[in-house]
């Protein structure tokens, strides 16, 4: 599902209410340094037609016209999200989109959020780091606990460490919100006792103030896959529920 606006919305979020989509990214075309088996917008290979980047000044001045619109509607807006067709942290106008949508939030919707979807593979980088720290929800990924099996699900661009990541979401002490997908393959499965086990104790170690738990929602591109419902993964996450971690789970009921 390629976003066909660098301002998108507001759309229904199952996780952050109604929310207002800004996509860093190519209008019609995909850049992540992800290829995830399970994303909705698609392979990477299949989202090449565009590599334009939207730039801080075109970021500002549709959000701002879009703010103003929604604004004058009465609209409501619980959240500006940053999600979109990949990766929105390799926009390399990132910190500076961060600043001027935190000034906007404040001017025209102060009581919303702003949150950004990441993957996480750039919060090692200095000024990404601090960027995402300035949000109200950076809510970041990992969905799996090594990196052979982070290889099968994600995909990752060469380079991918899973070790940098966690030590790198470890400076956030606690402050950010961990998102992982749960899902079953002809060769894996998120609820198998190791990557289970693995996974908690990831949890455990970086301590987040709240853990997304969530599953396959909508197409994906490999056909082999199949999501759980919520009660299943509640069974599966309860001991960090009992542990007291704050778990949203969303899923097929």
Same mark, same amino acid.
């Given at each position: 599902?390629?976003?066909?606006?660098?301002?998108?919305?507001?759309?229904? @979020?199952?996780?952050?209410?109604?929310?207002? $989509?800004? %996509?860093?990214?190519?209008?019609h075309g995909? =850049?992540? %340094?992800? !290829?995830?088996?399970?994303?909705?917008?698609?392979? %990477?290979? +299949?989202?090449? /037609?565009?590599?334009?980047?939207?730039?801080? @000044?075109?970021?500002? @001045? !549709?959000?701002?016209?879009?703010?103003? +619109?929604?604004?004058?509607?009465?609209?409501?807006?619980d959240s500006?999200?940053?999600?979109?067709?990949?990766e929105p942290?390799l926009n390399p +106008?990132?910190?500076r989109?961060? &600043? !001027?949508?935190l000034?906007?939030r404040?001017?025209?919707?102060?009581? *919303?959020?702003?949150?950004?979807?990441?993957?996480?593979?750039?919060?090692h980088i200095? &000024?990404?780091? &601090?960027?995402?720290?300035?949000? !109200? %929800?950076? #809510?970041?990924? #990992?969905?799996?606990?090594?990196? *052979?099996l982070v *290889?099968?699900i994600?995909?990752?661009a060469?380079?991918y460490?899973l /070790?940098?990541? #966690?030590?790198?979401?470890?400076?956030? /002490? $606690?402050?950010? =919100?961990?998102q992982?997908?749960?899902?079953? @393959?002809?060769?894996?499965?998120? *609820?198998s006792?190791?990557?289970?086990?693995?996974?908690?104790? =990831?949890?455990?170690?970086?301590?987040?103030?709240?853990?997304?738990?969530?599953?396959?929602?909508?197409?994906?591109?490999?056909?082999?896959?199949?999501?759980?419902t919520v /009660?299943?993964?509640?069974?599966?996450?309860?001991?960090?529920i009992? &542990?007291?971690?704050? #778990?949203?789970?969303?899923?097929?009921?």
């Open positions: 599902m390629m976003r066909e606006e660098t301002v998108f919305g507001p759309i229904h @979020s199952r996780r952050l209410g109604r929310s207002l $989509g800004i %996509n860093l990214l190519p209008v995909k =850049i992540c %340094n992800f !290829d995830c088996i399970y994303c909705e917008c698609g392979w %990477n290979r +299949e989202g090449r /037609e565009d590599t334009v980047l939207p730039t801080a @000044s075109k970021v500002r @001045s !549709d959000l701002e016209d879009k703010l103003t +619109e929604l604004m004058l509607e009465g609209t409501r807006i500006i999200t940053f999600s979109g067709d990949g942290t +106008e990132f910190p989109i961060i &600043e !001027d949508t000034f906007l404040d001017a025209y919707y102060p009581d *919303a959020k702003v949150s950004v979807l990441s993957n996480a593979t750039r919060v200095p &000024e990404v780091f &601090e960027a995402l720290r300035k949000v !109200d %929800n950076p #809510i970041l990924k #990992i969905d799996a606990p090594t990196d *052979a *290889a099968k994600n995909q990752p060469p380079g460490s /070790e940098r990541v #966690i030590e790198a979401l470890g400076r956030f /002490e $606690g402050d950010f =919100i961990l992982t997908m749960f899902l079953r @393959s002809r060769d894996f499965d998120s *609820a006792p190791e990557v289970l086990q693995g996974w908690m104790d =990831i949890v455990r170690r970086l301590q987040p103030r709240e853990v997304m738990v969530y599953t396959i929602d909508r197409p994906t591109p490999d056909q082999g896959l199949e999501a759980y /009660e299943q993964m509640r069974t599966l996450v309860q001991p960090l009992d &542990e007291g971690f704050k #778990i949203d789970i969303k899923g097929k009921e």
